[in-house]
């Protein structure tokens, strides 16, 4: 008997490049937004690339969705290349400016429930965070709102497509203790988001060569990726507008302020080892920092 | 609810509301029974601000400490000692390991709960609703756990802090107040450093009071960033509530299984030390005695230690163990292995690579012994002692060690 | 386990060939490649040629990859003059081979093989994966095996389930793992090797023609003899590229065994000859020292806005000064003439001079440092070059012409290739992998070819063409010990007698005669000091250190060593703190030690070591190669 043919839905981000030579910042060392190109973050990279790996190894049927202006679907493109996506989504919407997560949640849940073709996904797959600022708060609320469990920071899994579910390894750090690895196994739909220090393994010949061949469609679909692009605005989605933008949106930025202490250059000073005093004045130093010092 | 579009309305509004959300709610996180430092980091902070609270309202709103899993029920008095006034604990062999599914819908019950309420404050509870703040870890699990917690409350996240202040706040805000000026006390300011490092960044959670969208927003609620705030200092004397809450579990609850569970390394901290010693080719000449110094000065400082590149790779014949034991890959620090920021870092022998670099550049002050004084490090540090390690270390312990004495005699 | 036809082990010119043949001839073949994708790990000096010998047949690249290869121009430019300097310390004299470099051939072009090396792996992998086939990139062959009883081979690899073949083509170059495991030749020594240090230098399209004085359909070569290789067995190139230049240098091993110098030390005294430093030369700017106090916070933010100008002006410079750069920014509509473009660019400098403390003047850009051993052909190539049904072509064979000025190698592996290839064709037609049936075939193909011949022999013909363009040079330069020689080979019958007499002693005993410090050091430099010309240069080049020339290299750390020591205080180990192109190697109390994260994988230090390639994805990735 055929497996049900597994869907998958991507949720991705178009940020900044943060890389040298293409971030411009403003005089007062804020990131001037519009000298600086955007790319699709790192996570959302990582995101995608789990998204092929269901292509690969289940040939799932897979659709990229991200909420921005129009510019964003350069995102959608580039994930598009990654992971030979079949539907392009873009959330579009005046009304979606200024959203906080949970506003933004809001248009994820409904972006996944119009994905392929109406479908929605058993697995939907976000990056761990952003890089710009965006909090890795959305996934976890979208998979809330979408009542999927979420499992956070995944570095590797399989799907059981009979058994209808997922073998997930989930990588957790606890500061100051150990980190710890573990397996999970849940039931479809689920909600994951990638570690960013996923990368999907093919172990086998034919794997690869899979691999090879659906990068070769990657990049004819790319190509013309318009013709995968779905635009959905706030009425398109039927969302209600109490719930999206800044009106769904608890928090607000109040004010931005530089933070004041910046770490000065470091200008060194040069000491003899032999000299006792000046080691002295080094003990003090060292015991000085390490008294006062409010941080860990 | 108010929905009031003048001041004064707006204060009565206020009034009514003040026994709809009451306490600071602290997520707490613990492994094996063992408190992650963060969840007392946020207990310290929440003592802090909890008492000034009281102070400056004249009230008796409390830190409720919120710990669930599987034999947990010994934490709780040292939660209590650590500044929480109650601690709400769920005792249940499937909360043995975290689920996201699991842990939000009981967390949420918890917050909700109206008995739980009364038994921290009975005799202003009748129109609690749900927690006025509430704190999370913005470590992996508490980044996932307060976003799916904040979710079904319907309420506001602010996630990686590192600064909170508790103020009235006087508001303009085109949705939120529809452009009226609007006080909005016991507002929650939650600082969070930008991705630049630069800029600081207040994120305020606001009930709507524009009557178009009416709504409200409690808990105010964010996950801190580890290693950035003190705990209070430790007080057996402390005493507090303990409420043992009985979670309502159904089998949907319990699809998601945790199969298995790895530590995957070893447990050198170099995250929460203050100052890491870091040592090179240089300890060369002798290596098992120069090891001995180093650790004898790292003791001295409280510090963990660190090594560069090449010692992973024992360049040298010896059969010292514990020599040995220092000299393994978990303790690079560099491209090639970890990348660290304490307070202070010191190079002891290590001419600055700039893989190694990549891993320290981040530290706060940095100190470099060699004799070398055209070492690559010496453009990467605050104070370069140019010397052998064997003459320069010996004399810097002693003095470290003495001046420690002191100012213990003074405390 | 998996079952495929044919495994190629090696994504270089020879092993992409090998599978665009199989596939031409209806075969399915794997190719495993180590790096992350094909031509990452790749390195030539380079020139391709395209052979028409007199005698026998050669298989050349259009032969395989079609018109195509011609139509998308996957190469830099064609070589059209062809120079050799000897050089003294101050003085150049020039001899023009240009008929040398033209005997027999159809073509030659400059290459680099970051671009050539992806044309040639999407071209054979469409093809193959029309036949089931295809390249399996960032995968190490770690081991292969036989089954009792078959003779299917099984491939180990560190990234992959193990799986099953019929034969394999070893393309996995000068440092073949499979000649390594399987035993089938010896490790080349140091007599059979020559260094090739390279670094790809950056120079405008435009610039470099007008320098050179070629069109943009010819391309010049330069070839340094005499001081410039400090006293070794060896010499330097210059070839042109698009706007880029490769200049390099190659040393014969026993040569640096004897007196090792760090390989980057050598590039650095020929960057310093002043023909060369005049031909690199371009306009670079450079920070100056700051004396100014500025905050942290305005010190990065003036860093990332000169870095954001600098790519700016970079960018637009390089469309400047070539054609088709000027064209497209003009139909781009951001620029209405050339004029325009350079009034910009003159802005840019001035900012960058004016608010960002840079200052514009003569040094020269160089983008790439890389290493490569080159197995040298007449001394090393595998005499039957193949084990059980494990074909060896290319470096893997040992096979490359290496006649004094005549440096082939790339298109001697894809002459390989095709022919190993055909045999393999053969094979599964015929279902028989038996030594008689393939191995035997592909020897004998493989001795066919003239390129074998060139590898044993001189050619009077050759030689004949060399010498005339070499008729100038006074009879007594080369010295009582050659003089003789010298005289008999200029005359036409005794040359043929000479010539006869010498391919009679065979190449073997002819070498330690002919490649010497006298022929490749001490002539050259006396021509330069009796007839050459003194050159002005007015600047001196500032060469990167080596660990800036490292750190521009990328890696991709692998935390495992894909090397280990195995005699610490061996003499050769000693010479490879010094011979080893990024200063792995160091001694501590006696014994050589090895760090191996800035290793580029040339295999200097392979003899004395357990040398493998790291895993896949692993090490370093080159940007030109």
Redesign the interface.
Known sequence: MPVRPLNVGVIVKLEPDFSEGNVSYNPDGTLNRAETKNILGPHSAAATLAAFYCKVKYDAKVAIGTMGPPIANQALRQAQLISNADELHLYSDRIFAGADTLATAEVLRLGVSRMNKGLGADIVISGHRASDGETGQTGPQTAWKLSYPFIGNVIDFHIDQEGRSIYAKRFISLYGFYDVIEEIQAPLPVFISADPSYKPSFNTISERLSVARNLNEARNKADNFEKYLQVYNSEGLGADPRYVGLPGSPTIVYKVEKIPKAKAKRRVEFVDGNDTVQLDMVAKKLLQLMTEAPIK | MSGATQNSEASVGNLARIESYQHLYVVIEHEEGVPVPVSLEMLGEARRLMDNFNVRYSSNEKVVAVVLGDNVRHLCQELIRFGADVVVYADNHSLKHYTNLLYTKIICQIAEDKNVARSISPNRSENYKKPRYMFFSADNTGRHLSSTVLAQLESGLASDINKLVISDLEIRHEHKTKGQPVKFEKTLEMYRPDFSGFLWTTILCLDNRNPAIAREYHPQSCSIIPGVFEPITKEDQRTGTIIDFEPQISGEDLRIKVLSRNIIKSTIDFESCKIIVSYGRGIRDSPEDNFKLIEQFAKALNAEIGISLPISKRPYQTKDQHLLSYMIPERVIGTSGRKVSPVVYIAIGISGAVQHLAGMKESGFVVVINPDSDAAFRDECDIFIKGRLEEVLPILTEQIKKHMLMIEKRA | M?R?DVAIVGGGTSGLTALRQLANLGKQA?LLEAGNTAGTKNISGGILYSKKPKNGRVYNIEDVFGREFIDDAPYERPITRYILHATSKDKLYSIDLTPVHEYQINYAYSVLLSKLIPWLAKEA?DMS?KM?????SG?HMRSVRWEQGSSDIVIDTD???P?RVKAVIAADGVNSELAEVTKARNKFSSEQLYQGVKVVIKLPETILEERFNVTSEEGAAHLFAGDVTMNHIGGGFLYTNRDTISLGAVYHMDSLMDNPVEPSRLMDTLIRNKLVAEFVKDRVPAKKSSQALI???E???QH??A??L??TWNNLRSEYYSRDGIKRLIESGKYGTKDEIGSRIAFLENELVEKYNYEFGDNYVELEYSTKLIPDGKRCRMKAPYYKNILFVGDAAGRGVFVGPRIEGLNVGIDDAVRAANAVARSLDRNNFDEQYLGNFYTKSVEESPYTRDMKEIDKDYLKIFLDCSKNIPKDIVGSRYGMIFKLMSSGTLRGIAVGFANMLGFDRLLPLVESVDTYVNVPVELADRLGKTIDSNYVPSTPSL?ERI?KLDYN?D?F?HIQVTKPRSEFMQKMVSLCPTRCYSC??G?V???H?GCIECGTCAYETLWRHPRGTKGVSYKYG
Do not use: C, W
């Not at chain 3, 089931?132 to 399996?136: A, K, R």
């Open positions: 998996e495929y794997v992998s994966e089931g086939g295809g390249i399996i995968v990234e992959l389930e799986f905050s942290k916070d010190e990065i933010r990332f806005m870095v954001k600098l790519k660990q750190a750390d935390t060593p501590e109390n014994d030690i090895l760090q994260e």
